[in-house]
């Protein structure tokens, strides 16, 4: 089983930028489909971005797209989520997720479902504000 640590949160700006790391030990994250969340006091946990196994699977939460990136780095087993243009609507508890998936079966909708997940790290907690 995988295990995930996130760090990288922290009071940013609105107009800032952060960028999110999930660095994973115990298993190599490159047959695992990694998400990230985010929640915040009294809503649920809603999907901001995902990557898939499968080349074509990845997903982007529509109030962040174009301004958000995730991407891994495999030789240090670590995914990372970049933000740029910081909203404070964007303040919350950050968690990487992963589920294995050698098959490449996870497709990118899945992506932004906390149910698609079996493992889960404790989050890192981001506030936007002036």
């Known amino acids: 089983q995988v295990q995930l640590v996130e760090s990288g949160g922290g009071l940013v700006q609105p107009g800032g930028s952060l960028t999110l790391a999930c660095g994973g030990s115990?298993?190599?994250?490159?047959?695992?489909?990694v998400g990230w969340f985010r929640q915040t006091p009294g809503t649920e946990r809603e999907g901001v971005a995902g990557d898939g196994t499968n080349v074509f699977a990845q997903y982007y939460r529509d109030s962040v797209k174009g301004r958000s990136t995730i991407w891994r780095d495999y030789y240090k087993n670590v995914a990372y989520l970049h933000m740029d243009d910081l909203k404070i609507e964007d303040t919350g508890v950050y968690s990487c997720?992963?589920?294995?998936?050698?098959?490449?079966?996870?497709?990118?909708?899945?992506?932004?479902?906390?149910?698609?997940?079996?493992?889960w790290g404790q989050g890192t907690r981001v506030t936007v504000s002036s």
């Open positions: 997720a992963a589920i294995e998936d050698p098959g490449k079966n996870v497709l990118a909708g899945a992506l932004a479902d906390p149910a698609t997940y079996t493992t």
């Open positions: 115990g298993r190599s994250l490159e047959s695992f489909a």
